[in-house]
């Protein structure tokens, strides 16, 4: 069974950092793309960042410049580094991962920044 633990996230002032990480479990984590997606209050869930099995990442453009997506494959975790953060990416926070057309999401963690 899949398992996706995240941790991280909180409340920080505009321009501060946070980083966000999502242990994975039940999947050959080295072989699996990961994503970090999030969902804004009345608004639908948006993909934010992708990392493939061979590293590439692709951003957002609302975040490029500012967030960086990585992986440890030793330790199965994805992280999101965010930095000069910004209100408008306040926001829940899920990691996502797809096995067999079937996506994994974990249980999201709560990013609010401050003005």
């Known amino acids: 069974q899949v398992h996706l633990v995240q941790s991280g996230g909180g409340l920080v002032q505009a321009g501060g950092s946070l980083r966000l990480s999502c242990a994975a479990s039940?999947?050959?984590?080295?072989?699996?793309?990961m994503a970090w997606y999030r969902q804004a209050p009345g608004k639908q869930r948006e993909p934010v960042a992708t990392i493939k099995s061979d590293g590439s990442t692709n951003y957002t453009d609302s975040v490029k410049g500012r967030f960086i997506v990585s992986r440890d494959n030793v330790r199965s975790t994805v992280y999101l580094q965010m930095n000069v953060l910004k209100p408008e990416d306040t926001a829940v926070y899920y990691c996502?991962?797809?096995?067999?057309?079937?996506?994994?999401w974990g249980r999201g963690t709560q990013v609010t920044v401050s003005s």
């Open positions: 996502n991962t797809r096995r067999q057309s079937l996506d994994y």
């Open positions: 039940g999947i050959n984590f080295r072989l699996h793309p």
